[in-house]
């Protein structure tokens, strides 16, 4: 029987975004317990570069040591079930799902297989597989450090740092659904489009250094990792809590040291590596936010499959406003 094969992008080592080429590959077959997507648009992150990158180098523990395991980047897709393996029951062809892939990659290409009890769920019929394909990213992540790390109560005060991007987007929007007073920190040109998704207030970091303010907060959610919990403590309530997606050999000393000597603390948590019957109860968290008018995706720019190289160099430049979308299959 012939191989059937498919277009993909993939990362022929770590590197600069010129490592990803578009190639033809072997399109995958479903397993019994899989779900083969028909991927309409997946995402390229932040994290994608990082991954791209190998940096830090200790991740390469988990996605490679020379190379990445997976050679396919991505991880947030949403398409149409082309066809499912023999013991699935949960979908059927046709059906249009979103989710995420995790430490699987793989979703930068046409079709995905993903495993019916993973991070796959029926999209809604409002919702654009653009949109979509980002919930793996931004939302998911500040949902999980908003409402299960730093457990925000209505009322506390939130500083979100990175305010216009992928997560800083949902952050907003996520913290102020909670009941929170919330504070964005993003670059002059981004102060309205922050404001608009709902801060209290907003702080332009090339006129004022955050760490420096006369205010006190609840938690400094720090999206970006751009500042530490050292230059923050002194902004942070007598029980403040420091949070940040990034992983740096700073932060994991910080968190055991405060875990112990501090009030104030500092924590991380890598929300991909959670269990997906929890990545799947933040997603259906999500849609509950969504569905109420709560929550709205930011997309700044779309590209071509071809172009997913490109979109990392846009990533890269520090200048993107909420996600980056890789469109495969154009909606009608």
């Known amino acids: 029987m012939k191989t059937k094969m498919m ?18 590959v072997e399109k995958p077959q479903p397993k019994e317990n899989e779900v083969l997507v028909k991927v309409h648009a997946n995402s390229a992150t932040t994290a994608d570069g990082m991954m791209r990158t190998g940096k830090p180098y200790f991740g390469r523990l988990m996605t490679g040591l020379t190379k990445p395991k997976h050679a396919i980047p991505g991880t947030g897709f949403a398409g149409i079930v082309e066809t499912v393996g023999e013991n699935v029951t949960s979908f059927k062809t046709g059906d249009r799902v979103f ?29 654009s597989y653009a949109e979509g394909a980002t919930y793996g990213d931004g939302h998911v992540t500040s949902l999980n450090f908003l409402k299960e790390i730093a457990q925000i109560k209505p009322g506390q005060k939130v500083l979100i740092n990175g305010a216009s991007g992928s997560l800083g987007t949902a952050a907003v929007q996520i913290a102020k659904y909670m009941g929170a007073e919330v504070t964005g920190v993003t670059s002059t040109r981004n102060v309205g489009l922050v404001k ?95 569905k109420e008018g709560k929550l709205k995706t930011v997309i700044d720019r779309q590209y ?16 993107k406003k909420g996600n980056v979308v890789i469109i495969v299959e154009p909606e009608n």
């Open 7 to 24: 277009k993909a992008i993939v990362a022929t080592g770590y590197g600069a975004p010129n490592v990803l080429k578009l190639q033809q």
């Open 99 to 127: 989710g995420e892939t995790t430490l699987g990659f793989s979703t930068n290409a046409e079709f995905v297989a993903v495993p019916e009890n993973g991070v796959i769920l029926p999209m809604p019929e409002n919702m």
């Open 196 to 290: 608009s998704l709902g801060a209290d207030h907003v702080i332009d970091y090339t006129k004022k250094d955050f760490t420096k303010v006369n205010e006190t907060y609840d938690v400094v959610f720090d999206t970006v990792g751009k500042s530490s919990f050292s230059e923050s403590k002194n902004i942070l309530t007598e029980s403040g809590l420091y949070v940040s997606p990034v992983l740096k050999f700073s932060l994991l000393l910080q968190m055991m040291r405060t875990s112990v000597f501090s009030k104030k603390k500092a924590k991380f948590s890598a929300t991909g590596l959670l269990k997906e019957f929890e990545l799947r109860e933040l997603f259906a968290e999500l849609l509950k936010i969504s």
């Open 304 to 319: 071509p499959l071809e172009k997913v190289a490109e979109a990392h160099t846009y990533i890269a430049s520090g200048h």
